[in-house]
């Protein structure tokens, strides 16, 4: 990667650091500084499955499971627990990210989606679900949305101002509500508004397993994200459709990778680990999702 700034090298690379127990943040915050030092413009996006768990057990809360209407099985987040999901995402694990680059050299800046509105969403509608005896009821009081616009002016002017972004949920709608999002697909919507050059989703796993019980099934690299769904389970699932997403707004390269292991984002850069996928040439990704 050169130093000198092109018009290739002001596209800048997305990291999204995942949640979960066990994602080794010091790796992965080394890798974004090197980065920066080679010029790189980076955008970091953090989740906090696992902080945001820890925090709403401490409190006595929780996120209640429901069957909807056509008996998919999602957890409601309401008004109490979002507030708790918010401290332990913006203030704990944003900022661990944040003073972990500012450690070791790097202007890191952390916002939430409500800061300047850098993600806007639209909450979704009322969910239609069964109770424990069949009967249905409307509940209109869950905060959940989907990611509808990135501040991409903020992001830029931040970038340019040699800041490093680091981005998580909650996300904001048009009338100034907190809404929970999925934080990989924050990180696929920033990439595809910044017109960054790869999104790089890192985890607790390997990549995408053809058997999720065997790491030496590792999917190396794939094409066709729609065919790869079918070996998506769980939290991966999440992943893919993030990755769609990016390479349907126009991100060239999207790594699904470990963040458990040394240099763990340039080696999913270099291909050395991890999941690679791309659109076939003059391809698209399935639009239907």
């Known amino acids: 990667m050169s130093a ?38 980076v955008v970091v996006v953090n989740g906090g499955s696992e902080a945001g768990e820890r925090l709403l057990g401490s409190l006595g809360l929780a996120r209640p499971e429901a069957t909807t209407a ?43 989606g409500a800061d300047g509105r850098v993600l806007t969403a639209r909450r979704r509608p009322p969910l239609k679900l069964q109770d424990s005896g069949g009967r249905m009821r409307i509940d209109r009081e869950h905060l959940a949305g989907e990611v509808s616009s990135v501040n991409s002016a903020l992001l830029g002017t931040l970038l340019d101002g040699g800041y490093v972004p680091v981005v998580c949920p909650p996300a904001v709608t048009e009338d100034g509500v907190l809404v929970n999002v999925d934080a990989d697909h924050v990180a696929s919507s920033i990439a595809a508004a910044l017109g960054a050059k790869a999104l790089i989703i890192l985890s607790n796993v390997p990549g995408l397993l053809a058997d999720p019980k065997d790491p030496a ?24 459709e993030a990755v769609r997403r990016a390479l349907q707004g126009g991100v060239p390269t999207a790594y699904v990778s470990a963040s458990r292991v040394a240099r763990p984002v340039f080696r999913a850069l270099e291909e050395a680990g991890g999941t690679k996928f791309t659109l076939r040439d003059g391809g698209t990704a399935d639009a239907g999702a």
Do not use: F, H
């Open 217 to 240: 099934s590792l999917v190396r690299s794939s094409d066709d994200v729609e065919g790869c769904m079918p070996l998506a389970g769980g939290r991966m699932r999440y992943k893919l």
């Open 70 to 112: 056509n008996g998919n099985v999602v957890r409601l987040t309401y008004a109490p627990t979002l507030r708790a999901l918010t401290m332990a995402w913006v203030g704990e694990v944003n900022k661990a990210v944040v003073l972990a680059l500012l450690a070791k050299g790097v202007t890191a800046l952390g916002l939430c």
């Open 4 to 41: 000198t700034p092109n018009a290739s090298s002001r596209r800048p690379v997305v990291v999204k650091i995942g949640g979960a127990a066990g994602v080794d943040l010091e790796n992965v915050c080394s890798d974004v500084v090197e980065l920066v030092r080679q010029g790189e413009r």
